[in-house]
Nanobody, 127 residues
Framework: QVQLVESGGGLVQAGGSLRLSCAAS????????MGWFRQVPGKEREFVAA????????WFADSAKGRFSISRDNVKNTVYLQMNSLKPEDTAVYYC????????????????????WGQGTQVTVSS
């Protein structure tokens, strides 16, 4: 089992920045990728960014490219999502997820291929 706990959400003005953290505990493996997704009421949970746990490869949604960055600290078992130049449309609950990359069906943006999820943290961007 892997437990994920997000933190760092809050209220910020448009143009501001936030850094989300996702602390992982339990069984963690080098073949797990860590992803960030977000969801607003009435819409599907959408992919934001992902990173391999040990390899450092990253992926971003088009909406996040150039504004968000993802990193990890393997000593602290923590993944970070740095969000800059925030827009009101970034308002959502942000979820951290861990996925086993070994199956051929795994894809960083496909939420069904992630095995574990955190409880989410609210990000609100005011205009």
């Amino acid at each position: 089992q892997v437990q994920l706990v997000e933190s760092g959400g809050g209220l910020v003005q448009a143009g501001g920045s936030l850094r989300l953290s996702c602390a992982a505990s339990g069984r963690t493996f080098s073949y797990y990728a860590m992803g960030w997704f977000r969801q607003v009421p009435g819409k599907e949970r959408e992919f934001v960014a992902a990173i391999t746990w040990s390899g450092g490869s990253t992926w971003f949604a088009d909406s996040a490219k150039g504004r968000f960055s993802i990193s990890r600290d393997n000593v602290k078992n923590t993944v970070y999502l740095q969000m800059n130049s925030l827009k009101p449309e970034d308002t959502a609950v942000y979820y951290c997820a861990a996925g086993d990359m070994r199956p051929s069906s795994w894809h960083p943006a496909r939420r069904g291929t992630y095995n574990y999820w955190g409880q989410g943290t609210q990000v609100t961007v005011s205009s």
